[in-house]
C-alpha cells in the first residue's frame, strides 16, 4: 500500500464536539463546573498535564471558577473544560511525581505526537485558546482590559463593548522539488548546524496560499515555482498557526539567497538525503510536524523508519 504520510497528522482529528451553539448560552460555564460528568484539563505556559501516556483530565472543582475557563467541547457525554493557570513551578515544569496527582507537566510539541489523536486535538485547541488570552488582554480599540465571553472564545471590551475572538495566523508550508525530483532543504538564520527544513511562511494580506507560496520561495530562495499543490493542513498553537502544506516545482534549479533569512539552502536527491542523515549532516525532522510529512511524501517513507543503514 502506497505511504499516506497525513493519514495520521497529529493534532489534525476532531476532539471534541465543539457544542459552539451553546459558548452564549447563559451560565454555560457555571453548570459544566457544577456537573459530575465535567472533566478538567489543566493548561499553563504551552504545558498540559499528562500521566501514562494521555492527557490528565479531572473532575471540575470548586476553585476552577476563580481561574480562566475555557470551553472546549463535550467528548465522551460530558463537557471538557480547560483551566488555565499561572506558568508552573519549576518542580511542576519538570513533573514531579508527588505533584497533582502524579501527573506531569508537558509541553505540547514533547506530548502530543504521543497522545491518542482525539486528545492531541483537544490539547492544541486548549493551547491555542490559552495563548490567545495570554496575547491579548487589553481592547485594541481602546486599551481597556478586556474581559472573557462566549465560555472563553470571545473576550469583550466593557468600556466600549466591542468583541474579539481567537487568532489564528496562517502559513503556508511547501515542499519544492526541481525538474531531477531533489528536494530543497534550507537552513534558517540562527539555526543550529544540520537543522534543515523545507521553505515557510506567513500569508500576507490580500493573497492568496498559492501566490504565498510563490512569494516566499521566491523571496527566500530566488526561485519561481508552478504546479503548486495542496497536501494537508495542521494547527499549530506555538502559538497560534495554522500550517497549510503544499508542494511545488521549481523552474529553475538556481538558488539565490535574497532576504537574509537563509543561511544556506541545498537540493538534495533520495539519496543523497540519505546519506546527510545518516551522517548527521541533516537533522531528521520529527514526525510530530507537517514539514516532516511533506518530506516523507517525496521520500516515499516514513523518517522514523530510517536506521544506520539509510
Given at each position: 500500500m502506497p505511504l499516506d504520510p497525513f493519514a495520521d497528522l497529529p493534532l489534525t482529528l476532531p476532539g471534541a464536539d465543539r457544542e459552539g451553539h451553546r459558548r452564549t448560552d447563559p451560565g454555560r460555564l457555571d453548570e459544566a463546573l457544577t456537573d459530575l460528568a465535567?472533566?478538567?484539563?489543566?493548561?499553563?505556559?504551552?504545558?498540559?498535564?499528562?500521566?501514562?501516556?494521555?492527557?490528565?483530565?479531572?473532575?471540575?472543582t470548586a476553585s476552577d471558577a476563580d481561574r480562566l475557563v475555557l470551553h472546549l467541547g463535550r467528548l465522551d457525554g460530558g463537557a471538557v473544560l480547560a483551566v488555565v493557570h499561572d506558568p508552573p513551578s519549576p518542580e511542576q515544569a519538570t513533573g514531579d511525581e508527588d505533584d497533582l496527582d502524579a501527573a506531569a507537566w508537558t509541553d505540547l510539541r514533547g506530548a502530543a505526537d504521543g497522545l491518542p489523536a482525539a486528545q492531541a486535538s483537544l490539547?492544541?485547541?486548549a493551547v491555542a485558546?490559552?495563548?490567545?488570552?495570554?496575547?491579548?488582554?487589553r481592547c485594541p480599540r481602546c486599551g481597556e482590559p478586556a474581559e472573557p465571553a462566549a465560555a472563553g472564545w470571545v473576550r469583550r471590551c466593557p468600556a466600549d463593548g466591542s468583541e474579539h475572538h481567537p487568532r489564528t495566523d496562517p502559513a503556508?508550508?511547501?515542499?519544492?522539488?526541481?525538474?531531477?525530483?531533489?528536494l530543497l532543504l534550507a537552513r534558517n538564520q540562527g539555526w543550529p548546524e544540520g537543522r534543515f527544513a523545507i521553505i515557510a511562511g506567513f500569508v500576507e494580506p490580500g493573497e492568496t496560499l498559492a501566490a504565498a507560496v510563490a512569494r516566499e520561495v521566491g523571496e527566500e530562495v530566488g526561485l519561481q515555482v508552478e504546479?503548486?499543490?495542496?497536501?494537508?493542513?495542521?494547527?499549530?498553537?506555538?502559538?497560534?498557526?495554522?500550517?497549510?502544506?503544499?508542494?511545488?516545482?521549481?523552474?529553475?534549479?538556481?538558488?539565490?539567497?535574497?532576504?537574509?533569512?537563509?543561511?544556506?539552502?541545498?537540493?538534495?536527491?533520495?539519496?543523497?538525503?540519505?546519506?546527510?542523515?545518516?551522517?548527521?549532516?541533516?537533522?531528521?525532522?520529527?514526525?510530530?510536524?507537517?514539514s516532516a510529512r511533506l518530506v516523507e511524501q517525496w521520500?516515499?517513507?516514513r523518517l522514523d523508519d530510517l536506521d544506520d543503514r539509510g
Amino acid at each position: 500500500m502506497p505511504l499516506d504520510p497525513f493519514a495520521d497528522l497529529p493534532l489534525t482529528l476532531p476532539g471534541a464536539d465543539r457544542e459552539g451553539h451553546r459558548r452564549t448560552d447563559p451560565g454555560r460555564l457555571d453548570e459544566a463546573l457544577t456537573d459530575l460528568a465535567t472533566r478538567v484539563l489543566d493548561v499553563t505556559a504551552g504545558r498540559v498535564q499528562t500521566r501514562d501516556g494521555e492527557l490528565r483530565l479531572r473532575p471540575a472543582t470548586a476553585s476552577d471558577a476563580d481561574r480562566l475557563v475555557l470551553h472546549l467541547g463535550r467528548l465522551d457525554g460530558g463537557a471538557v473544560l480547560a483551566v488555565v493557570h499561572d506558568p508552573p513551578s519549576p518542580e511542576q515544569a519538570t513533573g514531579d511525581e508527588d505533584d497533582l496527582d502524579a501527573a506531569a507537566w508537558t509541553d505540547l510539541r514533547g506530548a502530543a505526537d504521543g497522545l491518542p489523536a482525539a486528545q492531541a486535538s483537544l490539547a492544541a485547541t486548549a493551547v491555542a485558546l490559552a495563548n490567545w488570552h495570554a496575547a491579548h488582554p487589553r481592547c485594541p480599540r481602546c486599551g481597556e482590559p478586556a474581559e472573557p465571553a462566549a465560555a472563553g472564545w470571545v473576550r469583550r471590551c466593557p468600556a466600549d463593548g466591542s468583541e474579539h475572538h481567537p487568532r489564528t495566523d496562517p502559513a503556508v508550508i511547501v515542499a519544492v522539488t526541481d525538474p531531477d525530483d531533489r528536494l530543497l532543504l534550507a537552513r534558517n538564520q540562527g539555526w543550529p548546524e544540520g537543522r534543515f527544513a523545507i521553505i515557510a511562511g506567513f500569508v500576507e494580506p490580500g493573497e492568496t496560499l498559492a501566490a504565498a507560496v510563490a512569494r516566499e520561495v521566491g523571496e527566500e530562495v530566488g526561485l519561481q515555482v508552478e504546479d503548486v499543490r495542496y497536501a494537508a493542513d495542521q494547527p499549530w498553537p506555538f502559538p497560534a498557526s495554522l500550517m497549510i502544506g503544499f508542494s511545488a516545482r521549481a523552474t529553475g534549479t538556481e538558488i539565490t539567497l535574497l532576504d537574509g533569512e537563509i543561511a544556506e539552502a541545498g537540493w538534495y536527491t533520495r539519496q543523497e538525503y540519505l546519506e546527510a542523515v545518516r551522517s548527521g549532516r541533516v537533522r531528521r525532522a520529527g514526525r510530530l510536524s507537517i514539514s516532516a510529512r511533506l518530506v516523507e511524501q517525496w521520500l516515499g517513507r516514513r523518517l522514523d523508519d530510517l536506521d544506520d543503514r539509510g
